[in-house]
């Protein structure tokens, strides 16, 4: 009797190990080149790249309240996946085994190939401020908790810090945007910056990437319910990030690319930005204050009820200029986390059959909201392919990079399946023959 109870949790647990960055740790090879990057002007734009930026290693920003468990003079910071009062910004260095040329790096990124033989190592994590500190770190005046002078000038320090390493990095390329990664569940530091690395990579380069990464990864069998409050912890910090953010003078645009139960994180710090700042008479006030141009759900971990509320009753969608959320049918990581919260669906496995004629016709009226169903497959697991499919990664490239709207007519050919919602095919944009 007990093994026959135990089986169903057991068959949610392995489908969750199917979610990068749980069990087994293993190398991260490059993924399959988009199709988009495929083009002959794509390999003209990086072999006109100037030649003090042909660098082959990637450097990237990140923010990450997770614990530090080894410091060296050699890598910087080693981070794990406990929580942390400090959130801390830095740089992370990802480089490429076996190492390669500035042509070789090319060709990689131009030719039609499959995932492998280039493997992703973090050379290093440099720690340059904090944006935020621990409780114990304050002091009580006038019966609140309150940050003492020292702790002022730290945190004012790190928010300059952070506005210095935007202006340096932006002023290097005529993308004057940033673009913001938010992993989710059981993703290690390192999966994360991995992830932003590859399509940043793929994508040309454009603007500033960030990793977002918060104290997610412990797996096991309760993994997932850890995973859970780690992302009710973080909400704070993201939201004082995202705040310091938009406050640097040269960034003129913002996109959120937020995974799994990552889109629950970034909606809920979203929520709270748009209740502390909206205007009634003025309804794009804190869309132009966080300079939000793009926010992409990918494979959101989100309950549709939940969705429902803070999306469109609390008017979410309107937070950014475009809303973009990918969706997907076959993800085998939802379908588990679904089984978890009662057999409800998640908002990742919805397709356009499950929604109502009603549904249909407002989400018709919706400005800039497009939901896109992606019946893809290959290319790493069910959960992940708006980053390593090469059909989806090429449309969120255009979308992101481009800033393309939905529609033949826009560059961006997706199937409509009715107003608002789109379909990507694995023959999405051209045929592919690959070794």
């Known amino acids: 009797m007990q093994r026959r109870t135990l089986a169903p949790f057991a068959g949610i647990m392995a489908a969750l190990l199917l979610i990068p960055g749980t069990g087994c740790k293993s190398r991260t090879y490059l993924i399959a080149t988009p199709t988009l990057c495929q083009a002959d002007a794509i390999r003209q ?34 981070y794990g996946s406990g929580r942390s009062g400090h959130l801390a910004i830095g740089s992370a260095v990802v480089s490429f085994q076996p190492e390669v040329t500035w042509d070789q790096l090319t060709e990689f990124s131009t030719q039609a190939r499959r995932r492998g033989r280039l493997a992703l190592t973090l050379k290093s994590a440099t720690e340059f401020g904090v944006l935020a500190v621990p409780l114990d770190e304050m002091v009580v005046a006038d019966g609140r908790y309150v940050l003492p002078p020292k702790q002022t000038a730290l945190l004012a320090e790190g928010k300059q810090k952070l506005h210095q390493e935007l202006a340096r990095r932006l002023a290097r390329t005529p993308y004057k945007d940033v673009y913001l990664y938010v992993h989710g569940f059981n993703n290690t530091f390192e999966d994360a910056v991995f992830r932003l690395a590859m399509v940043w990579q793929m994508a040309g380069r454009p603007g500033a990437p960030i990793a ?46 937020a995974h799994s139960r990552g889109t629950d994180v970034v909606c809920t710090a979203l929520r709270e930005l748009n209740l502390q700042h909206k205007k009634p008479d003025d309804r794009s006030f804190v869309q132009r204050k966080l300079k939000l141009e793009n926010l992409v759900l990918a494979a959101p971990d989100l309950s549709p009820d939940v969705f429902e509320q803070r999306v469109a009753i609390e008017d979410l969608h309107l937070i950014a200029r475009r809303v973009t959320v990918y969706l997907s049918r076959t993800d085998i990581a939802l379908r588990a986390a679904a089984l978890l919260f009662g057999g409800r669906d998640r908002v990742g496995n919805l397709t ?16 800039n909201f497009s939901l896109i169903e992606c019946n893809v497959s290959g290319f790493s697991s069910s959960h992940d392919y708006a980053f390593s499919h090469p059909a989806v990664l090429s449309d969120m490239i255009l979308l992101l990079r481009d800033n393309r709207d939905p529609g033949a007519e826009h560059g961006r050919p997706l199937e409509k399946a009715f107003d608002g919602v789109w379909r990507i095919s694995n023959h999405y944009l051209r045929q592919v023959n690959l070794p």
């Open 45 to 78: 734009m990086w072999q006109a790249f100037p030649e003090d930026s042909r660098t082959v290693e990637l450097d990237l920003l990140y923010a990450a309240d997770r614990d530090v468990v080894k410091r060296s003079e050699l890598t910087g910071v080693q």
């Open 212 to 257: 977002y990464t918060w104290p997610a990864g412990r797996g096991g069998l309760t993994g997932y319910a850890y995973d859970r409050e780690s992302g009710e912890f973080t909400v704070y910090h993201l939201r004082k990030f995202i705040e310091a953010l938009v406050e640097s003078p040269d960034v003129q645009r913002l996109h959120i690319i």
């Open 352 to 367: 356009p059959e499950k929604f109502t004629a009603d549904a249909r016709s407002k989400l018709s009226q919706l400005r």
